[in-house]
């Protein structure tokens, strides 16, 4: 049993405060990895409740394994999204406010194979053709990371060689701005026969 399972036999109903994650999948195409789910048949992404011991990673990585056959081999946070427009009721009346921690996740090992218990069907989308009718709880969530519809998501390799290209095009920038001031001292040494290499390690 879960720790909300448990819980429930004592509060009954009531609205609880729940921690949890949810992964946004997506693929090489740049689809979003969604899923049709048994209880109130909106789409919706993997994810669940935060088991007592687990850090939020480790519930991201087993609701994504147990709702979809997919190991995450990276999870990058997005954010952390609470309040009220994270309240939802359960079609069988639970009532919970949701705190939810989103991850990112565009490297995963594995082929998609759906929990028949919660899952009714799983499907990749393009970012710009969503589905309309999408799980209240996360549809706040997919409006604010795809707001701008069709927009490419970085993944961890491709964000290393953004950066790595922005460094080397400041190093060029800053050399050939220190350039001037190298070469008079360059000059002379050349004109005098002397070798002036350790000109060009100052600052």
Not at 55 to 70: D, I, N, P, S, W
Not at 80 to 104: C, M, Q, R, T
Not at 167 to 181: K, P
Request: contains cysteine; proline residues 4%.
């Amino acid at each position: 049993m879960g720790y909300i399972t448990e819980l429930r036999k004592l509060v009954g109903t009531r609205p609880l405060v729940m921690a949890g994650a949810c992964v946004i999948v997506v693929n090489d195409k740049q689809e979003v990895l969604l899923q049709l789910r048994q209880d109130n048949r909106c789409w919706g992404l993997a994810g669940g409740a935060l088991e007592i011991g687990e850090t939020l990673v480790e519930t991201a990585k087993r609701e994504l394994r147990e709702e979809t056959g997919l190991e995450a081999e990276h999870l990058e946070l997005l954010n952390v999204y609470s309040g009220d427009a994270f309240y939802y009721k359960y079609p069988h009346g639970d009532e919970v406010y949701n705190v939810i921690s989103a991850f990112l996740c565009t490297a995963y090992t594995g082929e998609v194979v759906r929990d028949p218990s919660e899952v009714a069907e799983l499907r990749f989308f393009a970012m710009d053709q969503l589905p309309e009718n999408l799980n209240p709880p996360e549809r706040p969530i997919l409006m604010s990371m795809f707001k701008n519809n069709g927009q490419h998501i970085t993944s961890p390799l491709e964000a290393k060689d953004k950066k790595q290209k922005i460094l080397n095009e400041l190093f060029i920038q800053d050399f050939l701005l220190h350039w001037d001031a190298f070469q008079p001292v360059a000059s002379r040494g050349h004109e005098k026969g002397e070798t002036r290499c350790d000109a060009m390690l100052c600052d």
